[in-house]
């Protein structure tokens, strides 16, 4: 079963705190990628890795850092999280190569920073 | 880099109307075009995605055209139904297919 999947779906902590949103795919997928989606803006890409420890920013890193130790595993960290962070959060997982242009993505997390 | 714009924001249909969302991007060299569609508290599916080289492509309903000399790519749902409703997002991606650049999303309605 093709699937990704994004712990926890929703989230409340108060600025300053640290955030830890967790993602997994069970299709052996290379890449992966986060992105934050907020009325109006579409998807913005914070971080792409394209494979273990092999990570690269996207349009908005500031802010954020991920973590990838496992191919099936990828973690996006929010150290002292702030107001304007608050947004709906999805991961995603594609192939390499041409393949990279279809992507799955999860549900998503809904984390309000307070 | 890419700037993608996407209209209607919002669009509001009769079921068994069309539907029809337009796309423009700036990059002559976008290679990978694609529409997703976004149900309420889900994440995005890949609807419906064409080549450089396809000007049209037809699949259950769903109509995608891709002008590149105007460099407009369009989604034209025929017959829409209640089921449809959801956000749409165009996507393109250049040549290299790493990153994909979405649209803002168009929310449509379909009413019975």
């Known amino acids: 079963d093709m699937k990704v999947t994004q712990m926890p779906r929703y989230l409340i902590k108060r600025m300053g705190e640290n955030v830890l949103l967790e993602c997994g795919q069970d299709m052996s997928h290379e890449t992966m990628y986060w992105y934050r989606q907020d009325p109006g803006l579409g998807l913005q890409l914070i971080y792409i890795?394209?494979?273990?420890?092999?990570?690269s920013e996207g349009d908005i890193p500031k802010g954020y850092r991920v973590s990838r130790k496992k191919r099936e595993h990828f973690s996006l960290i929010l150290d002292s999280a702030k107001t304007n962070q608050t947004s709906v959060y999805f991961c995603?997982?594609?192939?390499?190569?041409?393949?990279?242009?279809?992507?799955?993505f999860g549900p998503g997390t809904r984390l309000t920073v307070l | 880099g890419e700037q993608v714009e996407q209209r209607p924001p919002h669009l509001s249909v009769r079921e068994g109307d069309s539907a029809i969302i337009i796309c423009t991007y700036t990059d002559s060299a976008t290679a990978y075009f694609s529409w997703y569609k976004q149900e309420a508290g889900a994440g995005l599916q890949l609807l419906m995605s064409v080549l450089s080289n396809v000007d049209r492509k037809e699949e259950q309903g769903l109509t995608v055209l891709l002008n590149k000399k105007d460099k407009r790519l369009s989604l034209n749902l025929t017959a829409a139904h209640p089921g449809d409703s959801a956000v749409y997002f165009c996507?393109?991606?250049?040549?290299?297919?790493?990153?994909?650049?979405f649209g803002s999303g168009t929310k449509l309605t379909v009413e019975p």
């Open positions: 995603a997982s594609s192939l390499s190569g041409l393949g990279a242009a279809e992507q799955f």
């Open positions: 996507a393109v991606s250049p040549s290299n297919y790493n990153v994909l650049y």
């Open positions: 890795s394209y494979d273990v420890d092999s990570n």
